[in-house]
């Protein structure tokens, strides 16, 4: 038990103290950058299904 006790007092004060939290600017930005990377994506795969839409359209109007 006496184990376990340690564990946490020593991850907590990992946490608290050792690790390097990003500040608010940083943390927008990170958010901006994501947001603008899922739209790019997504607006890739609108245009890639639209195409693919098409064109099996196209064949199945041949038969």
Partial sequence: ???IKTYFEETTSELLTKVSWPTWSE???S???????????AL?????DTVFNKLMEAFYQMF
């Avoid at 958010?31 to 994506?41: D, G, T, Y």
């Avoid at 890739?44 to 890639?48: E, G, K």
């Fill in 44 to 48: 890739l795969i609108f245009a890639m």
């Fill in 1 to 3: 038990m006496s184990r």
């Fill in 27 to 29: 943390l927008q930005g």
């Fill in 31 to 41: 958010a901006i950058v994501v947001m603008v990377a899922s739209l790019i994506i």
